[in-house]
């Protein structure tokens, strides 16, 4: 379990911990002319916001389809109009996140001078690597494999299948929902065709090809991560400072307000813990805010549950997919029985 730990009097703000190192590296220590890139604050300043547009407006999305659905559950409008804002949302979100990664390998990159560096390393042009980790890997950047395998459950298990699958193997994201007299669980996963052709949540990412994302744990998760990312590459950008400068980057309390923020962090916490089936024996991210006497200060944690996840029996289901003109059968989540029971 990591706990992360942000506060407006030793901190000067409640984003991610970066933004209380980058300001103070010397100018001296980093290339960004010879990357042509902007310095290292400059590059997570401008992921980071962002970040916080894709999660303000996941977030706008999510309250609102939920309380369309609350209101209509019983005569919902044909089509999947009124969950196409969330999904695109989420996928704007899945994609800058991606970005925001790629970035956090830009900024240690700017350590290097490419200049210094021979043409080649093997038989391999340096000069025609596209992806920055892979070009850090070759360099061989002292603190890449330690950040490389922090990230990677992140990363490798849950970030790329999803870009990947979006980007090159025209998979889509599908929305799913539970609902009863009382409460309804919004939900995605992200849809492929199986082996025998047949679309439904992808086997890679999804439990047994047979479950779904629930938007309280996953926005939850996504949120978590930002802060984790800025903890990783903090430590693994200093090390190497210290490598290649004997340099001790040290935590510097900023003025930085960021109301826009605040209004994420706050409407995060308005979520309930409405998790999927599959979802009640995992770890729930943990998220405190307090605000009081002055002081504003945020609590993250994970993985852990401290709070009881439950399921309640009797719970409806209802998919939301597209056909594309030639499959004539689908795979829904939650339908096949499995260990978590089943669903109607």
Excluded at 272 to 297: A, R, T
Aim: glycine share 6%; net charge neutral.
């Amino acid at each position: 379990m990591m706990r992360i730990a942000r506060s407006k009097n030793q901190d000067g703000t409640l984003t991610p911990s970066a933004l209380n190192y980058f300001g103070n590296i010397p100018d001296s220590y980093y290339f960004i002319n010879q990357h042509s890139r902007r310095a290292p604050l400059g590059i997570y300043n401008v992921s980071f916001e962002q970040l916080v547009a894709d999660f303000s407006n996941l977030l706008d999305e999510y309250f609102k389809t939920r309380e369309f659905i609350n209101e209509h559950v019983d005569k919902l409008p044909s089509g999947e109009g009124y969950y196409e804002g969330l999904l695109k949302a989420q996928k704007d979100l899945i994609h800058s996140l991606q970005a925001h990664v790629d970035d956090c390998y830009a900024i240690l990159a700017s350590l290097i001078d490419p200049t210094t560096l021979p043409v080649k390393v093997g038989k391999t042009k340096l000069a025609n690597i596209r992806f920055t980790d892979r070009w850090l890997d070759l360099i061989g950047f002292p603190t890449l494999d330690k950040f490389k395998k922090s990230i990677s459950e992140y990363r490798d298990n849950y970030l790329a299948h999803l870009v990947n699958g979006l980007k090159h193997r025209q998979n889509r994201l599908r929305g799913i929902f539970f609902y009863n007299a009382n409460e309804v669980r919004l939900g995605y996963y992200l849809e492929e065709p199986d082996p025998d052709g047949v679309p439904g949540p992808s086997f890679q990412l999804h439990e047994d090809g047979n479950s779904a994302f629930s938007f309280a744990r996953d926005i939850l998760f996504n949120l978590y991560h930002v802060y984790y990312l800025s903890e990783m590459l903090v430590d693994a950008f200093s090390r190497a400072l210290q490598h290649y400068h004997s340099f001790t980057l040290n935590h510097q309390k900023v003025s930085f307000e960021n109301d826009k923020w605040l209004d994420v962090l706050r409407h995060t916490l308005r979520i309930q813990p409405q998790v999927f089936p599959h979802e009640i024996d995992k770890p729930y991210p943990y998220f405190s805010l307090s605000e009081n006497d002055g002081d504003q200060s945020l609590v993250v944690m994970y993985p852990v549950t401290l709070i009881p996840l439950k399921f309640p029996q009797g719970m409806r289901i209802f998919g939301i997919f597209k056909g594309d003109g030639v499959s004539k059968s689908f795979r829904l989540p939650y339908l096949k029985r499995s260990k978590y029971g089943g669903v109607r």
